[in-house]
């Protein structure tokens, strides 16, 4: 096996190393952010070997390119180019307290395309597929991607934004649709709602459910509970961000394995407390740096992700790319991803601290036949002059705008939550 494995791995480094390079000169000094980022004994030309780049170039962090983009709104100073050549704008959800605003040029925009094909491909779509997007389409990128990408395919593509869910349903079976793209958790609604319903999804044609959005999709508990509601249906993971566009796709052979692309990343396995380099079969913080998004680049991009390593080697299904055992087994940081949004408790603090009515309040994050939802639990002040109803009906429609999510939300009398000496434990799971 080694003589087979080591060099296609060894033929992967030196790509990505010429494409690394390429990379590097490109951003100075143009790009403002990485030229501030990196001083002179860092530069491009002093970078002759990988180590030299984990040596001499420290990690990106979201909390840094927030920084950027508040301080130089709206997009910071992380683009290559003139702004003039930059065609499309995508933003994050703003869980972490604000949006993260993505440019992108149509060279780097037809590179993603590529590889949202590939996800596709690796699940099985073909020209002639009719795929239908179970979602809204808002600001956030996969959603273009992914439908653009299966037009270029030669997919009949259908929209599913503006519908219900009960609308969704009889959509995908009234258009005979192969293919539903959406998040684990929204296509067992999905199945809960035709139940409801009297539709029976065994009259569906959907073969592949390809899902992102969450860690459920490489879960096996939550694939066998998809593939049962929705007979006949393969369940395919896959990941990406809307700093980085699609990851992974979903190894077609071992089911739960996601490669890495590596023809467009460049990923490193850390340690996320001491940052120490992490070897094959270990479990980490994925880093990822972006080789052929140049416009809006990443280096060593901090993802907070925790992934495990499969050994080194070729994979059953012949590629030489990264594997990922059971995909994204879930965040560094304290993060809660509900129906494929993250939530990070600081910006649900954010919000209910900003409006000064609020005295104490309880988060309860209840999964369910793996669904995650959260559920609210306010204690207003004594000086509120708002009634309960009023109150709730407001911070369900704050925490809607903000986080793209219904949270239910109860008012419970003033005294009734806990209050804390220490730190406090306002985020309770249940289960």
Known sequence: ?????????????????????????????????????????????????????????????????????????????????????????????????????????????????????????????????????????????????????????????????????????????????????????YALHLAEVAAKEGIDLSASRVRTILVAGEPGGSVPAVRERIASLWPGALVCDHHGMTETGPVTFECPVRPGVLHVMESSFFPEIIDPITAAQLGAGDTGELVLTTLSRSGSPLLRYRTGDLVKTALDGICECGRGDLALEGGILGRVDDMVVVRGVNVYPSALEQILRARGDVAEYQVRVVTREALTELELTVEPSTTAAIDATVLAAELESALQIALSLRVPVTIVPTGSLPRFEMKAKRWLRES
């Open 1 to 185: 096996m080694a003589a087979e494995v080591f060099p296609r791995r060894t033929v992967i480094g030196q790509r990505q190393f010429e494409q690394l390079r390429e990379l590097l000169r490109g951003l100075t000094p143009t790009n403002l952010f990485y030229t501030a980022k990196y001083d002179d004994a860092r530069a491009p030309s002093k970078i002759a070997r990988l180590h030299d780049y984990y040596d001499g170039f420290p990690f990106t962090t979201k909390d840094e390119l927030v920084a950027d983009q508040a301080a130089n709104p709206p997009y910071g100073t992380n683009f290559t180019y003139p702004l003039e050549r930059y065609t499309r704008c995508h933003q994050t959800s703003g869980t972490s307290g604000r949006p993260l605003y993505w440019l992108d040029t149509p060279e780097s925009w037809d590179v993603m395309l590529r590889n949202w094909q590939i996800v596709l491909r690796a699940a099985g779509v073909v020209q002639g597929d009719t795929v239908f997007f179970a979602f809204s389409f808002g600001p956030f990128l996969g959603f273009w991607l992914a439908f653009e990408a299966a037009l270029q395919m030669g997919c009949r593509s259908l929209p599913g934004g503006g519908l219900s869910s009960a609308a969704r349903v009889r959509a995908i079976l009234d258009h005979g649709a192969t293919v539903l793209c959406c998040t684990p958790t």
